[in-house]
């Protein structure tokens, strides 16, 4: 008889608490609260299945954790879940195989020694004789006198300003001297450079072009109180130690539906609070600021409206909703 198990058990039944009940608040299914309170633990898939699963019903039940723990590495260690791999001997004679012939490898490998004696020979011989040749120097080719550049054709006077009219330059001359004297068409000067943005925030003071500080100020003013007023972001990473289906709804409007396979991780971003669904409840977790959430349900057995919020610590905390 487990020791454990009739602890965990005798706690529960004080309490006059029923499995049904303990199912409904702690998210266990029934088949692993009797497995633990059997000390069935090598029935479960995992040693980490195992710790979780006890943490979570000691917590439940209000029980020391150290004497739990204790209890646990008394009747349940890590090597328990370790797979040990069978050899199978077949009982079958081997069967002699019968010699073969000898294959003729002499017939093969003096005749290709012999070609490759003669290639290399041939080679050898091919340079020393190409080596021993003597160089005949080409002919020098008759010096060439170089021929007189050609003349240099006359170059074109441009005339493409010959074309205006003496009248019209005369005249275009007067109004611009007449412009100057009176200050028309000129641009009074500008303090500074207007900033992008600001071009539409001039005024025009004692003739010269001024930056709007009012108008300006204005801006900013709106621009502080834009950000202040934008919700904060939050960001929770969900992870998964095997296959599960998940559905996630943030308060964002952003929605997830998709099959989660072993060591898949998606981050999820939200203002205030998010609601989780997953098929495989223990092999999901959540994770916040550093800190992990798991054991969110029994393995195999679907978790539905998990509702995740931050508390005042900056920590995740989850409720379940319809």
Not at 4 to 26: C, D, M, P
Not at 152 to 177: C, G, L, S, Y
Request: charged content about 25%.
């Amino acid at each position: 008889m487990s020791r454990l198990g009739t602890f965990l058990k005798e706690a529960r039944e004080a309490q006059g608490l029923s499995i049904e009940k303990v199912t409904q608040e702690t998210r266990l299914s029934e088949d692993i609260v009797k497995q633990l309170e059997e000390g069935g633990f090598a029935a479960l898939p995992s040693y980490n299945h195992v710790k979780n699963f006890v943490k979570n019903y000691a917590e439940y039940l209000g029980l020391d954790i150290e004497e739990v723990n204790a209890m646990l590495a008394e009747e349940c260690t890590r090597s328990d879940f370790t797979r040990d791999t069978a050899i199978v001997f077949s009982n079958e004679p081997l069967q002699e195989i019968a010699a073969s012939e000898p294959v003729p490898v002499m017939k093969y490998i003096i005749p290709a020694v012999v070609i490759i004696l003669v290639i290399f020979a041939g080679t050898k011989l091919f340079f020393a004789l190409k080596g021993n040749n003597k160089v005949e120097t080409a002919p020098v080719a008759e010096q060439v006198q170089p021929q007189a550049p050609a003349p240099a054709a006359p170059q074109q006077e441009d005339t493409t300003f010959n074309t205006v009219d003496p009248k019209t330059v005369e005249k275009t001359i007067e109004e611009v001297t007449a412009a100057e004297q009176t200050g028309e068409g000129t641009t009074p000067a500008a303090e500074g450079e207007a900033k992008p943005g600001e071009a539409d925030k001039m005024v025009v003071q004692d003739g010269v072009i001024r930056p709007d500080k009012t108008a300006i100020e204005a801006d900013k003013l709106k621009e502080e109180k834009d950000k202040k007023a934008l919700p904060t972001g939050n960001v929770a990473i969900l992870n998964f130690a095997d296959v599960c289906w998940v559905h996630v709804k943030s308060d964002t409007g952003e929605e997830l539906d998709f099959i989660a396979s072993r060591g898949n991780k998606r981050e999820i971003a939200f203002k205030k609070y998010f609601v989780l669904d997953v098929g495989n409840a223990a092999v999901a977790s959540v994770t916040f600021n550093g800190k992990v959430i798991s054991g969110l349900g029994g393995y195999k057995q679907p978790a539905k409206g998990l509702k995740f919020e931050p508390n005042e610590t900056g920590s995740l905390k989850y409720s379940i909703v319809k």
